[in-house]
């Protein structure tokens, strides 16, 4: 088991964007259920979007609309693009793979404040 990698958290302002990408190595990429999730200080974790091997997507009720899972199965990665962010997106936010079930990263901090 190998942790994945995200990157491309930082500091914005409301209303900003972000694109948060992740990359994972190991098994056969395209078959992966592969899934955002954020962890707010003071709160569990919880997820945000998911993307499953045909493409399809789902999201949680507070960044829908907002936030798309995106996957590159050749390029072994996952995206999400973040518009118009508030200052209760502000969490750490974790790629992770769902199915199969694999291992949890370091994350990378999103923070969004005026």
């Known amino acids: 088991q190998v942790q994945p990698v995200e990157s491309g958290g930082d500091l914005v302002q409301p209303g900003g964007s972000l694109r948060l990408s992740c990359t994972g190595s190991?098994?056969?990429?395209?078959?992966?259920?592969m899934a955002w999730y954020r962890q707010a200080a003071g709160k569990e974790r919880e997820l945000v979007a998911s993307?499953?091997?045909?493409?399809?997507?789902t999201y949680s009720d507070a960044v829908k609309g907002r936030f798309t899972i995106s996957r590159d199965d050749a390029g072994r990665s996952v995206y999400l693009q973040m518009n118009n962010l508030r200052p209760e997106d502000t969490a750490v936010y974790y790629c992770?793979?769902?199915?199969?079930?694999?291992?949890w990263g370091q994350g990378t901090q999103v923070t969004v404040s005026p």
């Open positions: 992770h793979r769902d199915f199969p079930n694999g291992p």
């Open positions: 190991g098994g056969i990429f395209g078959t992966y259920t």
């Open positions: 993307i499953r091997s045909g493409g399809k997507t």
